[in-house]
Each structure stands twice: as C-alpha cells, then as structure tokens.
C-alpha cells in the first residue's frame, strides 16, 4: 500500500521547471528521504503534496485523494513542517498548542506534555522570542501530538541540537515502527538521513534520478580500489563505473550496480592480474560521487 502516489507530477515557475514528470511512490510505513542539491526541486514537491502549490500538469493520491482536492479530514492526518513556515510571533508556545488542539480529533495531550518536557519548550515565552532551533521544536510539536498517518518535514533537523535532533529522530523512529505515521522528508542531513530513512529518492534538477530503499541502494554502490600491477589502463569502462582515476599504479572508481561476480568478471576481463578490493560506502559519499558526475558526466 502507497499513501502517496505521483503520476508525472510538474511544476513549472515561469520559465523554471522545478519539477519535471515526477512519477514516485511513498509506501505506508515508511521513512522516505527526499535528497537532491540546492534547488533540486525537494520543497516544491513537498509543497504540491500538501496542496500548498497546484501542479502545473500530473498529478498526485496523497490519502487516497487528489492532492487538489485534499479537505479538512485528510489535512488532520497530516503534518507538515518547513524550515520556512511561519508562526504567530505574538502567540506563546501554549496558546499555539491550545489554537492547533482544537483542529485536531487525534490530538493526544498525553503526548503533548511528553513533547514539551523532551524538547525544553518554555510554553509562556512568546514565540517571537524563540531561536531559531526552538521554533522548530514548537513547530514539530504541534504536528506530532495529533499523531498524524502522514508526516512531512522539509529541512527538520535544520537548527536542531544534537540532543533534541537525537531525541527526535528516536520519536520519528518510534512513531514509524509502530506502524502509525509515514514521514516524507526532507533533508541536506545525510548522516540522519542514513540513520532514519528507509527509502530514498533523488532529485536532480526537477528529475527523479533514482528511488529505492536504503538497503539497495548501499548495497549496489562500493568504492573500488584496483592495484593495477602493471596492467594497462583499459580504453572502454562499464557506464557503472563512476570517477574512475588511475595514479601510481593504482586506480579508484565507484561501482554504481555492485553485484561481487558481474563487478569482479568486469575487473579481471581489463586487468587480468590486478588485486580489487571493494569498499562499502557511506550515503554520504554516495550522493557526492553521484553530485560531482552531475557536475561532469565525463567523470
Ligand atoms: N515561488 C517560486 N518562484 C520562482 N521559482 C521558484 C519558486 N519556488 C521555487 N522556485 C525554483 O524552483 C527550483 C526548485 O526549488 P526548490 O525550493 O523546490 O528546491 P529545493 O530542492 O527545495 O532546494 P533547497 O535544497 O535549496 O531548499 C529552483 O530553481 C527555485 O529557484
């Protein structure tokens, strides 16, 4: 089961496509990262998924509904936190939680309370005394106490501390496994990306380059390392081989559809007598290796 499905979804801003076709499924139960560089397209899909933005063209079910036509009963089981969003400065941290509590059937002050303790939020300060990081907390409160099915986060852990980071993530983590909230996010925090999501999609330039699950896709990249023991350089590489570079006798690439067999064969059909050793990769050096052939498809 999908509580988001897209079907060529776009969004056009004058002359800036800022997504293109975006056909992507969220499942149910999910920790779904959306990566991409600056501008790659992340917060204008979020947008169009939440009805914050119309599409120009495609479409997208979130809940089962056209994003167009989502109403008050899907819109309270959903969350939506932005780095960017807005609050009322001149409401304290309690009256933005007594305004939200009356949207919200699910609203769970159990909940609440525990959050509030967690995250250190003074609830009679005016919001517009609060940091930067504190506002987020106070944002992701009023959308975690109602429990929705669906969370989405863009930028979350932006001007977190480690300790409120680790505590959220541990309540996103929490609230997944349960099975009673799919959070969508997301995030330039590779390292908690890697730690949370168990799905991954990456935009490129308004373009989905790839969408699979964490485990495949760390499973199939490795770095390479071939003592090239004299062997020449072979003229023609698989198109799966990323970054290759040759120095001293040595060379490097990434191997960007690792299967041990099919990569090793590759390897001992170009240098018969080279020693391979494959390394596994973080999702950190993966996006780079990724971002740096965007940069230079020669690479
Ligand atoms: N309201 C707007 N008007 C014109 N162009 C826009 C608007 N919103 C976004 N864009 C453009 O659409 C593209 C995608 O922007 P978007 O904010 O979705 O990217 P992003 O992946 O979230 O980037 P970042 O990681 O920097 O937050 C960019 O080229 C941006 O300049």
New binding site residues.
Partial sequence: MNIIETDRLTRR??A?E??HELTLAVPTGSVFALL??????????LKLLVNLLLPTAGSAQVLGVDSRRLGERELAQIGYVSENQKLPGGMTVAQLLDYCRSFYPTWDRTLEAKLLTRFDLPADRALKQLSRGMLMKAALLSALAYRPRLLVL??PFSGLDPVVRDDFTAGLLEAAQLGETTVLL?S?DIEEVERLADHIAL?EA?RLRFTETTEVLLGRFRRIEVELDGAAEPGDLPASWLGWRSEAGRAVFVESAYRRETTEQNCRQRFPSATVQAHPMTLREIFISLARRESNPHA
């Fill in positions: 801003f004058q800036t800022a997504v991409g560089a600056n501008g790659a397209g992340k917060t204008t899909t863009d930028e997301s330039h935009l308004g």
